[in-house]
């Protein structure tokens, strides 16, 4: 939620700042802004609107300097608003910051300063810190920052210029992601690596509690007792070309097309067939401690937590480990209790949603080993587990999730059969799931072939104003990532059911007007599915099954058949939500949506 970017160096800072703005856009984009440092002291341009319409406001009224930082603004306090945007100034206007997270002590620390005589202009909670810095003693800036944000409550990403300290940025770090770009005589700062990787691979993680002081000479990070720290500098491993969008039309596509390769990464060099095993290095566990775990709690928000629940079955079915998914922005507010040989598994995308990162801190203060399935390496996740499975899908640019996911179900298949076969798995199932597993990018690949078929559908459906998605067992989440994608970016209202359990509520909107998307590959409930099919056909539902080949002809009850390879049923979810993810996508596209950057949603959800 919300992105910020920082640049000190000897060339123009604006084009870097909105080019790097435009690599943060997937985290907000109701309004944009920049601001620098000239001799003219600081200079801002914002607005309502996206960053392409702060590039023309540029264009209309230039700006320069070398110094300067920028914002992509995700709502919380105050509509989107030219006046709401950052970068926000004190009441001199001779600071201006930008900033990612809430400060919840905002509305009293903004009494004591109106109190005080400062004059407000906005509605936001980052208006507080500019005046708290405004105020606050101290012969730098950096100084003057520290005591600020030692009275504030809440997270932040930060970063502020002032025209008493030409030539600085300081960043801090609360609860929100910050890294420093280091480049050769330039430095940026900013929310994720994406945005510095044009001008730099090498890059520093901040901790939480890290005040960073950058110039064009170098950089220096604090903690928030002004002590010097040392950070280690990262390489960062993405390509720059995995940012673009290629030939394809939206980042959405060209991520559902990747998906025989991203699975095939998260897969690569892990399968050991001949042990019926996975090699998970990074998890940190022996076999012996893999068979004293005695449950499993899986923390994950959003599409990640669907991925939890694909994953309860296969590890339960496994290894034999009783499992719970939780939301996490539920479970970090439960009292945690104390069992022990628990491990819990956050799962994130980002690494950096702020409910699973609690969620993650409160399960090892309450005694518990945390493993992070995350594909966004260095992120505070990976970073805070004790151990983990890195997806390396790649950059997921578009807002809904698409091949993280798949690639979340193959990891989490590496990790059930890890445990699976240190708990007594057989070695002649772990051979036959192993095997099965190294064909996954075929079948996936072979999968994407519907979409000419998908397409055809969505023109038929795209005008539907609700929609069903039916599933039992290991598919029911199936069918709620697949009502998820396509409310999320077609703003159709849909809804993920146990097949089973429609009967007790929804079968009452059944009509000639619903479709109903019946998730039912070859496995031991499929017949029980058709039972439910039959249920729907009943009261003239019109169903879209999503089935296998080789399963049998369902005309006799569903108006439309797409039919995924068949597989072993553990896997079946990677192929069958393919299809799903492509009706999402038409359907979308067909009425119109902005299918990477639907309303409301942002990528990265740093705030609780
Ligand atoms: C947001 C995104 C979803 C994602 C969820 C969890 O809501 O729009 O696509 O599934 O956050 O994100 P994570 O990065 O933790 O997987």
Known sequence: MCGIVGYVGSRDAVPVLLDALSGLEYRGYDSAGVAVLNGRGVETRKLAGRVAALRDLVRRAPLHGSCGIGHTRWATHGAPSERNAHPHADCTGA???????????????????????????????????????????GATLEARVIAALARVEGTYGLAVIAEADPGKIVAARRGSPLLIGVGQGEYLVASDANAVLPHTRSVVYLDDGDIAVVTQQGYRVFDSDARLQQRAVDDVAWDLETLALG??????????????QSVQSTLRGRLLPAQGTARLDGLNLSPARCARVQRLVIVACGTSWHAGIVGRHVIEELAGIPVSVEYASEYRYRKPLRLPGTLTVAISQSGETADTLEALRAAKAAGSTVIGIVNVVGSTIAREADGGIYLHAGPEIGVASTKAFTSQLAALLLFALFLGRARGLPLREGRRLAEQLGELPDLVARTLELEPEVR???????????????GRGINFPVALEGALKLKEISYIHAEGYPAAEMKHGPIALIDENMPVVCVAPKDEVYPKVISNMQEVKARGGR???????????????AEHQLRVPACLPLLSPILTVIPLQLLAYHIAVRRGCDVDRPRNLAKSVTVE
């Open 95 to 137: 600071l201006a910051l930008v900033h990612n997270g809430i400060i919840e002590n905002a509305d009293l620390v903004r009494a004591r300063l109106e109190r005080a005589g400062h004059r407000f202009v906005t509605e936001t909670d980052t208006e507080t810190l500019a005046h708290l810095i405004e105020d606050a003693p």
């Open 543 to 557: 169903i879209i099954a999503v089935t296998s080949e080789g399963n049998g002809d369902l005309r006799h009850v």
């Open 247 to 260: 030939h394809y039309p939206h980042f959405m596509l060209k991520e559902i097309c990747e998906q025989p």
């Open 456 to 470: 055809v559908l969505a023109e038929r459906y795209a005008d539907a104003p609700n929609a069903l998605y039916l």
